[in-house]
């Protein structure tokens, strides 16, 4: 007579399954005030799409100056930079041709009154000199070695806006062939629609720093996004593998308990390779100076947000799916 020994699936330590309203309820209002953002953003009379477009996109003048400071420099403050500017005349750059308008520059102070970085509209050598020498008596003086000035014209930034658009949509459409071959329809739609979830996010904090303090976004957020969805997959795909695992191990018991176990077995791992990712671009964000500050607050949501979604969105999700599935989250 064999008697057949009952293997007791190990307990896991956490249980997500539990806290499944929550994450659904933290993700959903997440996503509905990215959406409320970038729906304002495209209402608004001064930006009109749903993120603040750079000088990357739109083209333009940017001007960079360094203070002399010694030792420190007095207190500066945006605003005040802004009316300067507003009571510059610049020279004319064709007879007949109206001047640009410098009312609406962006004006950024940076390291702690060290710096300006002015965003302005099209202009020539002879008027980009001219804001200059406008804000040396009361906001200088700059150093001679600390000015640059970049210029992009708008047919330059239509072309990187294109480019921009094309490069996501092509690494998406791989992503997505990628997990619709590798894993089954279930799992294939849960992975993409947590992609989406991230890169939702992600845009929705742009579109209301876009509003609320005028940060624009270039070529360099489109890279941040490309590699939020890499990221956002890669780390969705192991907890999902891990998930397959236990399909064999524990057959007998519900999804739920099955995701349960999966869940705490790659909690550790996830939150670790979350944390090592995300020291490097805290450097960049504290130390990394203002060209990559943005970029790198980016990254950063898009990791954080990643993980969530990886651990807390994703497979809460599936026994939802696999229950009202022809072919319950089957393997390949």
């Not at 499944?20 to 993700?27: E, P």
């Not at 060290?114 to 050598?125: E, I, N, Q, S, V």
């Not at 906001?139 to 996501?168: K, N, R, V």
């Not at 500050?293 to 969105?313: D, E, K, P």
């Amino acid at each position: 007579m064999t008697t057949q020994v009952s293997v007791q699936p190990p307990a896991p330590r956490f249980r997500i399954s539990r806290h499944r309203r929550l994450a659904w309820g933290g993700s959903g209002l997440a996503c509905l005030l990215s959406v409320i953002g970038l729906v304002l953003c495209w209402l608004n009379p001064s930006i009109q799409a749903p993120l603040k477009p750079g000088l990357d996109f739109t083209g333009g003048t940017q001007i960079e100056l360094r203070r002399v400071c010694q030792p420190t420099c007095s207190p500066l403050a945006a605003e005040a930079v802004q009316r300067q500017l507003s009571a510059i005349k610049l020279p004319a750059q064709a007879p007949g041709e109206a001047t640009p308008r410098l009312e609406s520059a962006a004006v950024q102070v940076l390291d702690e009154g060290h710096a300006l970085l002015l965003r302005l509209p099209a202009l020539t050598a002879a008027q980009s000199s001219a804001v200059i020498e406008g804000l040396e008596p009361q906001s200088g003086p700059f150093e001679a070695s600390g000015q640059s000035i970049g210029t992009i014209g708008p047919t330059l930034g239509a072309q990187l806006f294109q480019s921009s658009i094309i490069s996501l949509l092509v690494s998406f459409a791989a992503i997505a062939l990628y997990i619709t071959a590798r894993y089954d329809r279930v799992f294939a739609f849960l992975a993409l629609f947590t992609l989406a979830h991230d890169v939702l996010i992600t845009c929705g904090l742009f579109a209301w720093l876009g509003l609320l303090l005028g940060i624009e976004v270039d070529s360099l957020f489109a890279v941040s996004l490309i590699t939020v969805a890499g990221y956002s997959v890669t780390d969705t795909v192991v907890v999902f593998d891990r998930i397959r695992e236990q399909r064999t191990a524990l057959r007998h018991l519900p999804v739920t308990e099955q995701v349960d176990v999966a869940v705490d077995a790659t909690l550790t791992r996830s939150l670790y390779t979350s944390l090592t990712t995300v020291l490097p671009l805290l450097g960049l964000i504290f130390f990394g100076g203002s060209n990559l500050f943005w970029f790198a607050i980016a990254l950063t949501t898009g990791i954080v947000v990643g993980s969530w979604s990886s651990i807390g969105v994703a497979p809460t999700l599936l026994p939802l799916f696999a229950a009202r599935s022809a072919e319950p989250a089957r393997a390949d």
